[in-house]
């Protein structure tokens, strides 16, 4: 099975609704978050959220070499115990996104392919061990962008983010 890193942005009634539900009905908690990352089916793109595929590890490994002031993959404040997946859901709230989204639209991912080294991360045992392929810097590089386009959108609403590991 694999691991991907999901992202949900939340409107402030859409965050009392998850707070409620993570006190009240659990299980309904982790699906309405999902619906919510799905976006409308009117709509052809979700722009609430996205997932980062397999890439979440990369990128965690090429961005901890720039030394963001924040962590976009693995940090956050957990809001439950319960595991929405492979760990809890954490909230990066709207100042940590803001932070990110400056970091983020200031780093082209040309700096983060300056460090990569398809070797050196098969070598560290990187999820998902797909490093010496020859398309595994430009799935990074579309996995990245759509990480900068939504923290940048959470950032403009001032919204917080959901992240969890599916």
């Keep these: 099975m694999s691991m991907i890193m999901e992202y949900v942005r939340l409107r402030p009634h859409e965050f009392a609704e998850l707070r409620r539900l993570l006190v009240e009905d659990p299980d309904n908690a982790y699906e309405y978050a999902g619906d919510l990352r799905m976006g409308d089916e009117d709509e052809a793109v979700s722009s609430r959220g996205i997932d980062t595929d397999k890439a979440w590890a990369g990128l965690q490994w090429l961005l901890a070499k720039l030394d963001p002031p924040a962590d976009v993959i693995g940090g956050g404040e957990p809001i439950t115990d ?3 997946g492979y760990d809890s859901p954490r909230l990066l709230a709207a100042a940590e996104v803001a932070e990110a989204a400056r970091f983020l639209a200031a780093t082209p991912f040309a700096s983060l ?3 990569y080294a398809g070797a050196e991360l098969t070598a560290a045992d990187v999820y998902p061990g797909i490093w010496s392929q020859d398309w595994a810097l430009p799935y990074l590089e579309e996995n990245y962008r759509q990480l900068v ?3 940048c959108a959470a950032a403009a609403d001032h919204e917080p983010i959901v992240v969890w590991m599916a």
Excluded: G, I, Q, R
């Design 82 to 84: 319960d595991e929405w």
């Design 113 to 115: 392919a300056a460090h």
């Design 149 to 151: 386009t939504l923290f």
